[in-house]
């Protein structure tokens, strides 16, 4: 079902006719340039991708064409006149919406609010309520969501169910070009291709779209021209997607080759002690019967569809969640079931799927931040001890290439891969044994992918366990020495990693879910 994609539809681009033109955008926030000359071209009806590494300035541009940020400096031309975008409202007058990269929908509103948030129906009390569950019922069946329900409560859907909803409130407008910031990050496969569709059948009714991805393999399917941002400036623009190969790409984003190959696998020593070991674990209505070992330098995949109960599994070995049956061992000790304090104690660390909302606390500094889950180790005679707190994030801050390395700056205040690399500083940091790892690289660039990929690699053959999590396909089967295929919330198989590949994981988790 996956392999079938698009034609690209070979669009002639106008260039009289832009729809949107960006000249010389300047923005700063307070000492920190964060765009110093942009430039930017979309033509009607075209899927025009920003590329650009973590910080490169993507989403601060979104920002400013969505009238969340004033620019300092530079023009916007809207079918060639001046436009002053001086509000979010003033932008979706215009015709642009935006998805924006931290979902932005509100949590104790039901997907009917929060799609008509803002620019509720005019009409009164019932009658307008009935009316705008009617049209969310349209829109989510236009996006191929017609199973959800427009008076389900935001904050009880899945990050993926969320982008749904900011993507049903973005058409619930009369737009004529539609930003979406890394919307594939939150998606599995399948979604993916639904996205795909969607974005297919809005650009063939003449729609724009903006399109921010760090998966390079996506423009390829949908994309019809690049613009290249690096450090706040438009490097490449308007390259033709069919005509500029992925390493010029690469080249234009990071000034530099970067080989975004997986680390080699020396292979788990034979004899190496099992450091977790998880039992026949259950959690009601999530999943069943669950078994598996990671052995000291082995890094243990586990692959699925979004939903298929991955998170679900490593949150119950964490202790986050209460085991309905089963047993989670560390380094040879049974863990009390539901209990994360003990969970780290035995040396577990997890490095949450959703930054936001999981994992950091956005007003605070990186190095707060980092050492959030380690104070104990830190804290000496009593206090808290500020400097060996920085000095510990500082080692990380370069391991992981952190910019900017400032571990004083609020961690919210930094690009979304470099949010990402802060949670993984954190387990590095507390020295954890068994490392549990959801969605590691979501957001991150392929410089950093690479990068990352490395220290993970790294950290297994220092004679650690690690356990991680991707809806990469590829990512799992490149990391992973043994891969969990789970589907449903079974294990469907566990396999050697060089014994399967992509379209071997997807048949299984296919038929699995189809059961
Ligand atoms: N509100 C803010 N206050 C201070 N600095 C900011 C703010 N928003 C963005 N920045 C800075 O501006 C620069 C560009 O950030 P931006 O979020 O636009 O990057 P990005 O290209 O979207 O990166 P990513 O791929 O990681 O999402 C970064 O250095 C970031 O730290
Ligand atoms: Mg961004």
């Given at each position: 079902m996956r392999a079938a994609c698009y034609v690209r539809r070979v669009i002639k681009v106008d260039h009289h006719s832009s729809l949107l033109s960006v000249r010389g955008v300047k923005k700063r926030f307070g000492p920190i340039t964060a765009l110093r000359g942009v430039d930017l071209d979309v033509a009607p009806g075209e899927v025009h991708c920003l590329l650009g590494q973590n910080g490169a300035g993507k989403s601060t541009l979104i920002k400013v064409l969505a009238g969340v940020h004033s620019p300092d400096e530079g023009e916007l031309l809207w079918h060639g006149e001046a436009a002053d975008i001086d509000g979010p409202q003033s932008a979706i007058d215009l015709g642009i919406a935006t998805m924006y990269q931290e979902l932005d929908v509100v949590d104790g509103l039901t997907i009917a609010e929060n799609v008509f948030l803002g620019h509720e129906l005019d009409r009164g009390g019932l009658t307008r309520r009935a009316d705008q569950a009617a049209k969310t019922r349209e829109i989510l069946e236009r996006l191929g969501h017609g199973s959800m329900s427009p008076h389900t409560e935001v904050g009880s859907l899945s990050a993926a169910e969320k982008q749904i909803v900011s993507m049903a409130r973005a058409l619930s407008h009369d737009i004529e070009l539609i930003i979406m910031d890394?919307?594939?990050?939150?998606?599995d496969t399948e979604e993916v291709d639904n996205l795909f569709r969607v974005v297919h059948e809005l650009t063939s009714q003449g729609i724009a779209v903006i399109y921010i991805t760090h998966?390079?393999?996506e423009i390829r399917t949908i994309g019809d021209r690049i613009t290249v941002l690096k450090d706040g400036a438009s490097t490449a623009s308007n390259l033709s997607v069919a005509d500029t190969p992925t390493d010029v790409l690469i080249q234009h984003m990071t000034g530099r080759e970067v080989l975004n190959v997986f680390p080699t696998r020396p292979g788990v020593p034979s004899g190496a002690p099992v450091l977790l070991d998880v039992d026949s674990l259950s959690l009601d209505d999530e999943f069943d019967d669950v078994s598996f070992r990671v052995r000291a330098g082995e890094i243990v995949g586990l692959a699925g569809l979004v939903g298929s109960g991955r998170s679900e599994i490593i949150e119950t070995v964490y202790g986050a969640r209460k085991a309905t049956s089963g047993t989670v061992t560390a380094h040879g000790k049974k863990l009390p079931r539901g209990s994360v304090t003990a969970a780290i104690a035995a040396g577990l660390g997890l490095s949450p799927e959703?930054?936001?909302?999981?994992?950091?606390?956005?007003?605070?500094?990186i190095y707060k931040n980092v050492t959030l889950s380690s104070f104990q180790d830190i804290a000496r005679s009593g206090w808290l001890d500020e400097r060996a707190e920085r000095r510990a994030t500082d080692e990380q801050i370069d391991a992981l290439e952190l910019r900017p390395a400032d571990s004083t700056r609020a961690a919210g205040t930094l690009s979304g891969g470099n949010q990402q690399k802060i949670l993984l500083a954190r387990w590095l940091v507390h020295g954890s044994s068994i490392l549990l790892l959801d969605e590691p690289t979501r957001g991150v660039d392929v410089g950093a992918r690479a990068e990352i990929y490395a220290l993970i690699r790294r950290l297994a053959d220092a004679g650690n366990a690690v356990v991680v999590i991707s809806s990469e396909i590829e990512e799992v089967l490149g990391l992973a020495d043994t891969v969990l295929v789970i589907g449903d919330g079974q294990l469907l198989t566990t396999v050697d990693s060089s014994e399967i590949d992509e379209h071997g994981v997807l048949d299984l988790v296919m038929k699995g879910t189809a059961a």
């Open positions: 890394e919307p594939s990050a939150v998606l998966r390079l393999a959703e930054r936001k909302s999981q994992g950091l606390i956005l007003g605070d500094p």
